[in-house]
């Protein structure tokens, strides 16, 4: 009888489970909704600044890469990295894929002979590289929707600092590329680690403008003011898309765990009557044999 | 001559653009006869027909009419857009509309950050520096945007 009372326990731990598990896929799905749309409504607001940033580029002969921030160097001694991960896990391998990426990354940057710089976005990512023993040089926590712009523009301002110091800076560190790693929200099933080049800024495709607008003040100095704008809009948009992306892949996480524990509870009821009933049977062989023992 | 332009107030967060009376949702861009924006070398207003031009744009207001209301928004820095075919777009880092500045929390604040300011006055502190500076210009736009 033990064996019954066990079986119903596991069958009430492993309901509770399911409970938990279909609340987070529900709510990782209302959310996900929300933070789709705060993406699409960001959308137009990046594509006009790179649309703006490569009819300005265009406009200059040298393509502007007399800018520090378009600074192509040839020997590169340090790179930085940018993990964007979430700060919770139960999402699957959102966290674990992007880490292997930064992992893969920082290794091969080291063989490479070059020092890396790492910044983390989202504890996930912080405690994973800690883990492995790499030196992380700052920590964000991940961003959440609202604070995405404060988020992106601590982010952009660290690297664009660290990357127009001087060789020779006492103080800071000279970083000759920047690299992030974060998950590319392809749509709610699918999530594409992504690899984007940051610093030195990446040149937009130039089209052929209609007409060339009057730039105020002249379009080097305008540069100035815009390439750092530029740059947090770069970051923003990777984090609106990683945060959507974590948020899809809780959900499909949740979900499958959902029907896992759903399948465990089916197959745990089947055992739970078989030996309920074997228990019945039992019983009533030990009656009727004890029947006949009486008759004979 | 067409009369009005279609202006656009792009923010990271979404559109700025007031939401239509009896509506929620701002909308994505409005007709208007003209619009002020705080240029980077002063005061700039846009009226339809305007040359194809790009600038940086400061902490500030911007104003415009629709009908007979005028709307202020206090903007951060960003940059604002004419194009050719009439169409005006601002392109802000944040926007906030007159009426739901919360001033009396822009004022403490403001109050705060600028005794800051003022003991901070060395070299090193220049990126700290730099980020208190842009928010009290931040919160000096939204006060002249209130009243």
């Given amino acids: 009888m033990a064996n019954l009372k066990e079986i119903r326990k596991r069958i009430k731990t492993v309901k509770n489970t399911r409970k938990i598990t279909s609340a987070m896929s529900r709510i990782a799905g209302a959310r996900l909704a929300r933070a789709q749309n705060a993406a699409k409504a960001a959308r137009p607001y990046g594509e006009r600044l790179a649309e703006v940033v490569a009819g300005l580029m265009g406009s200059l002969d040298d393509g502007g890469s007399l800018h520090p921030l378009l600074e192509k160097r040839d020997n590169v001694k340090r790179v930085g990295l940018i993990l964007m991960t979430a700060d919770r896990g139960l999402c699957g391998g959102f966290n674990t894929k992007a880490n292997r990426a930064a992992k893969k990354f920082i290794l091969e940057q080291e063989k490479q002979g070059r020092e890396v710089v790492i910044i983390t976005c989202g504890k996930k990512g912080n405690s994973f590289l800690r883990h492995a023993e790499f030196d992380v040089f700052r920590h964000h926590d991940a961003p959440t929707l609202e604070t995405v712009v404060s988020s992106a523009k601590a982010i952009a301002t660290e690297a664009s600092t660290m990357f127009t110091a001087a060789e020779d800076d006492a103080e800071v560190q000279r970083v000759d590329r920047w690299v992030l790693v974060y998950n590319y929200f392809k749509n709610a099933l699918t999530q594409e680690i992504r690899t984007a080049p940051v610093l030195p800024f990446p040149e937009p495709e130039v089209g052929e403008p209609a007409l060339s607008p009057v730039f105020e003040p002249e379009p080097k100095k305008l540069l100035e003011h815009l390439l750092p704008v530029a740059l947090e809009s770069l970051l923003q948009q990777a984090m609106f898309n990683s945060i959507a992306a974590e948020l899809a892949a809780r959900r499909m996480a949740m979900d499958s765990a959902t029907d896992n524990a759903s399948e465990l509870i089916d197959d745990l009821t089947l055992e739970f009557n078989r030996e309920r009933q074997a228990a019945i049977t039992k019983e009533l062989m030990e009656i009727i044999g004890g029947a006949e023992a009486l008759k004979g | ?147």
């Fill in chain 2, 1 to 147: 001559m067409s009369g009005s332009i279609s202006l656009q107030i792009l923010t990271p967060l979404g559109s700025a653009v007031p939401p239509a009376e009896g509506s929620k949702e701002p909308r994505e861009s409005v007709e208007v006869p003209g619009v002020e924006v705080p240029g980077l070398y002063g005061e700039l207003g846009v009226l339809p027909d305007h040359v194809p031009f790009i600038t940086p744009v400061v902490p500030g207001v911007v104003r415009y009419r629709e009908g007979e209301t005028s709307e202020r928004l206090a903007v951060g820095a960003g940059f604002v857009e004419v194009t050719e075919d009439g169409r005006v777009a601002i392109m802000i880092e944040r926007a906030v509309r007159s009426a739901d500045v919360k001033v009396a929390e822009v004022t403490a604040r403001l109050k705060e950050v600028t005794a800051e300011l003022d003991k901070k006055t060395d070299a090193i502190d220049a990126l700290e520096h730099r980020k208190l500076a842009n928010e009290q210009a931040w919160l000096e736009a939204q006060l002249r945007a209130s009243n």
